[in-house]
């Protein structure tokens, strides 16, 4: 028992490259969308660069030469900055210590 392969109706090359020509034109309006697609998306993105650069230039610096703070609002502001690095001061001091005892335990074991 031999196999036999089936005969398969062979297309004329004629009609392949009709085939062929036609998938390729297929193939080359897809490319043409895309393309459509990405230079419209590349001008949608100039113009974006375009008023960035414009906002950028529009934003003015600010430079603060002097202010007018009356005695009796400065008092105030000074005694509670005061009092913020009084705290501060604290709770840092406290933290530095709590470490300082740490590694002072860690390292005393260690020359003992």
Same mark, same amino acid.
């Given at each position: 028992?031999?196999?036999?392969?089936?005969?398969?109706?062979?297309?004329?090359?004629? #009609?392949?490259?009709?085939?062929?020509?036609?998938?390729?034109?297929?193939?080359?309006?897809?490319?043409?969308?895309?393309?459509?697609? !990405?230079?419209?998306?590349? #001008?949608?993105?100039?113009? !974006?660069?375009? #008023?960035?650069?414009?906002?950028?230039?529009?934003?003015?610096?600010?430079?603060? #030469?002097?202010?007018?703070?009356?005695?009796?609002?400065?008092?105030? =502001?000074? =005694?509670?900055?005061?009092?913020?690095?009084?705290?501060?001061?604290?709770?840092?001091? =406290?933290?530095?210590?709590?470490?300082? =005892?740490?590694?002072?335990?860690?390292?005393?074991?260690?020359?003992?």
């Amino acid at each position: 028992m031999t196999s036999q392969p089936t005969n398969t109706s062979q297309k004329n090359p004629v #009609e392949m490259l009709r085939e062929q020509v036609t998938l390729l034109d297929q193939m080359n309006q897809t490319q043409q969308e895309q393309l459509q697609v !990405l230079r419209s998306l590349s #001008e949608q993105l100039a113009h !974006l660069q375009v #008023e960035v650069k414009q906002f950028a230039q529009s934003a003015s610096r600010v430079r603060v #030469e002097d202010f007018n703070m009356p005695f009796s609002s400065m008092v105030p =502001f000074l =005694f509670k900055r005061t009092f913020a690095l009084f705290i501060v001061s604290i709770t840092l001091g =406290f933290i530095s210590f709590c470490i300082f =005892f740490v590694f002072m335990i860690a390292v005393g074991s260690y020359f003992r």
